[in-house]
Each structure stands twice: as structure tokens, then as C-alpha cells.
């Protein structure tokens, strides 16, 4: 077979084949969804990225938490639920000071008053020693104990006595002289309507000295009232 008859039969193959099944317009028909599919898929990958990361950004700063979580309880910080912090108007009052209470010659008693007070225990042992040698009957009944109201800084003495109907008690206090209000500085004797007698004295060191009997509940008077003057008029000399 030479090669022009060859070329015969080649030429009667391609003309025996079968038509194509498509033509230009389905080529570019599947262009165009073969570009589509790719957007598509394009901007799935877009929106998954910034689904992660406004999720990160969400768990980080905690704007979900109420979304995610809503059993939690309040921020920290915040009031807690139920009301429980208390309005100033709904707050408990104040208890009353439970040293409040009547005076004794003008003396607030310890721990009250503008000018500072203080506690009045325990008993002074020079005061108990001097109080004790002017009047010896305060040694024959009780042993010193404390003064119940005082100005603050003071050293006190005081001793339960009875000289017949009369019981009560005899005190001697000493006291800064800046920490007692200047008009009970003295000199002088008082008397309180209830009975109670006192004198004041500035001793030596500047201090202020008194020396005062209160009588209990019922008694007729002030035990050894008239002998007060003569105790502090010694007491100053050695204060």
C-alpha cells in the first residue's frame, strides 16, 4: 500500500465520524458554572474565617457570655441580686454608746464627751495609798477600785464606805489639766441635787485634783462630805 492510498483512508475515517454532542454555546455554558462554583466556594472559606475569628473575639472579651452562658451570675464587682446591698436609708441604726449616760458633776463618763474621756480602771495605787491615810475608815471595808466616770489621762481611786445611814462611795481623781473643761478647773466646792459633793483643787504638778462622795440609791447624804475639803487641801501637796 503506498501513501497516497493511505492517505485515501484516512481521509474516508474522518469523515465516517459522529458528529460532536456539543457545540461552542455549552462550552461556554460550562465556563461560566465552572467560575461560579469557584466564587462560591471562595466566599464559604471567606465567611468560615471570620466566623473563627469573631468567635475568638467573643470568648476573649466576653461580649457572648450572657448568650452562651445565661445562668451565670453578675459580673464581679457589681451589686449582688436580691437587693442585698442596703440603701443608707435602710441600713441598720447605729446602737446607742453604752458608756452614754448621766454625769457626775458635769464629768462625761469614760468614753464620752467632746473633750475626750477615757477609761477610768484600774485604781491608781499612790491615790488609793494617799486617799486611804485621810480616811482610814476607807480601808475597813472594801478595797479601791476605780472611779466610774473620768476625764481622759486620769488616775483614780475610790473606795465603798458608810458612816452610819449615810453609804456611798469617796473618790479622788487626777486629772490633765487640759483634759478637764475649764470651768470645772476650780477651785470650789459643788453639790449636785442628788446629793453628791465634790471639791476640786489644783495640785502642785498642775493637775487637776477632786475629791468627791457620792452617796447609793436611799442614802441620806454623802458619806464624810465635811471632811472632803481637809483631803484635798493634803492630796495637792503630794500631786
Avoid: W
Avoid at 471567606?46 to 457570655?65: D, E, K, P
Avoid at 446602737?95 to 475626750?116: E, F, M, N, Y
Avoid at 484600774?122 to 482610814?136: F, I, N, T
Avoid at 442614802?219 to 493634803?234: F, G, H, N, T, V
Amino acid at each position: 500500500m503506498n501513501e497516497r492510498k493511505l492517505e485515501e483512508l484516512f481521509r474516508d475515517a474522518a469523515h465516517a465520524a459522529p458528529p460532536a454532542s456539543f457545540d461552542e454555546q455549552d462550552i461556554a455554558k460550562g465556563a461560566r458554572r465552572v467560575t461560579a462554583r469557584r466564587r462560591m466556594v471562595a466566599a464559604g472559606g471567606s465567611l468560615a474565617v471570620v466566623a473563627v475569628l469573631a468567635g475568638g473575639l467573643g470568648a476573649g472579651t466576653g461580649v457572648f457570655t450572657s448568650e452562651v452562658n445565661p445562668q451565670a451570675g453578675p459580673a464581679q464587682g457589681g451589686p449582688p441580686q436580691g437587693g442585698t446591698e442596703q440603701s443608707p436609708t435602710n441600713r441598720a441604726p447605729r446602737t446607742s454608746d453604752p458608756h452614754s449616760g448621766p454625769t457626775v458633776l458635769g464629768v462625761p463618763r469614760a468614753g464620752q464627751g467632746q473633750s475626750g474621756q477615757d477609761h477610768c480602771g484600774p485604781p491608781d495605787r499612790d491615790l488609793a495609798a494617799a486617799l486611804a491615810q485621810q480616811l482610814p475608815e476607807a480601808t475597813q471595808a472594801t478595797t479601791p477600785v476605780a472611779a466610774d466616770s473620768c476625764p481622759r489621762g486620769s488616775r483614780t481611786a475610790s473606795f465603798q464606805v458608810r458612816q452610819g445611814a449615810a453609804a456611798g462611795n469617796v473618790t479622788v481623781v487626777l486629772s490633765p489639766a487640759g483634759s478637764v473643761p475649764s470651768e470645772q478647773r476650780g477651785p470650789g466646792e459643788q453639790q449636785q441635787p442628788d446629793g453628791t459633793r465634790q471639791v476640786t483643787e489644783r495640785a502642785d504638778s498642775g493637775h487637776i485634783l477632786m475629791v468627791r462622795s457620792n452617796p447609793d440609791s436611799g442614802s441620806p447624804a454623802a458619806p464624810y462630805a465635811e471632811r472632803l475639803p481637809a483631803i484635798a487641801d493634803r492630796l495637792t501637796g503630794r500631786f
